[in-house]
């Protein structure tokens, strides 16, 4: 019997986020468990130990940072004949342009830290050009697999008919998702009918709330356990972010067949194919103009993802080809040292 390679998935973000449902999703897919032994490693955020790892491959979901440069190096070093893959869950195009006040400096890291890695994984298309475009690493070693969680559930949620009245924000409550502009751009809106329902915690919750005091329209739900429950609440779906590597959100609200507004930044930009509605949200008064449109209908239902697990599927044969050229890549090199 063939062994299974043992693929080794370092994390330093254990929260209910993205990245951990994503992670969670590949390690647990059935399909990937026949080719190899998917397995976890909680590690501290810029605190890695130079070991020998017990693995085939080694997979990275890791928050790259000055801090954490030497020991990644380390980890290269006691594992010089093992494949070790990148995944950029965080940085983008937005990212830098919005928090990063030494660019060259920030970019001089990621070439670094991506160069100790045999393969960068781009979770957009857009991410994946501001890659290429910065320089990060040579264009061949970038591989494009866009994110994904089981869609399955979301896509059981029923419709909602008519109008869109309820609006939904869904996410961490950060700056970086851009409610707060959100929030007082759906203030000016005079119909008493409409509702702004946000999903999520986060630091700007107080900021957030005391921007929308005193419109008995905006609700804040919290955190919601069952992710299904927020779509099946909501006409429509709005990510006015100002910085966002993919934006699972957008491919969840999607397949449960509510429209989706993106703001046209980064990876957003990925979901206008499956029928997202990718427009300028850079000020209060595009936000409110794209409001406008929907509540007139103006924004068309025409998920092209409702009924498919055509997303699921490319991810986990992508996730599958990579885990395979790896596997042999490893072997040749161990035979040939």
């Not at 390679?5 to 590949?26: E, N, S």
């Not at 000055?66 to 070093?77: K, N």
Request: charged letters at 25%; glycine letters at 8%; aromatic letters at 6%.
């Amino acid at each position: 019997m063939t062994r299974r390679p043992v693929v080794m998935h370092l994390i330093d973000d254990t929260t209910a986020g993205g990245v951990m449902r994503v992670v969670d999703f590949l390690v647990t897919s059935g399909p990937l468990q026949d080719q190899a032994r998917h397995i976890t490693r909680q590690v501290a955020r810029g605190r890695i130990r130079p070991e020998r790892l017990k693995a085939d491959i080694i997979v990275s979901h890791l928050t790259m940072n000055w801090r954490g440069l030497p020991g990644l190096a380390a980890l290269r070093v006691a594992n010089p004949m093992t494949p070790m893959i990148h995944v950029e869950h965080s940085y983008t195009a937005g990212f830098v342009a919005h928090n990063v006040a030494r660019p060259r400096r920030f970019r001089r890291m990621l070439r670094v830290g991506f160069g100790l890695f045999d393969r960068i994984v781009a979770v957009s298309a857009g991410q994946a050009v501001w890659i290429r475009n910065a320089g990060l690493c040579r264009s061949d070693k970038v591989a494009v697999i866009p994110s994904c969680v089981d869609l399955s559930a979301l896509r059981a949620v029923p419709d909602r008919a008519g109008p869109v009245r309820v609006f939904g924000a869904i996410g961490r409550l950060d700056r970086q998702k851009g409610f707060d502009a959100l929030v007082t751009a759906f203030r000016t809106l005079p119909q008493a009918d409409i509702a702004l329902h946000v999903y999520g915690q986060g630091e700007e919750e107080a900021s957030l709330r005391a921007l929308a005091a005193g419109d008995p329209r905006i609700h804040f739900k919290g955190f919601a356990a069952d992710p299904t429950r927020p779509y099946a609440e909501v006409d429509a779906v709005v990510m006015p972010s100002r910085w966002e590597a993919y934006g699972l959100v957008a491919i969840e609200a999607l397949s449960a067949g509510r429209p989706v507004i993106c703001a046209d930044v980064d990876g957003l930009q990925d979901h206008a194919p499956h029928g997202a509605a990718v427009v300028a949200l850079q000020t209060t008064d595009d936000i409110r103009r794209v409001l406008e449109r929907a509540i007139s209908g103006g924004i068309e239902r025409r998920a092209t993802i409702r009924s498919a697990s055509r997303l699921e599927d490319a991810f986990l044969e992508s996730w599958w080809d990579l885990i395979a050229v790896h596997g042999k890549a490893r072997r040749t090199i161990c035979v040939a040292g």
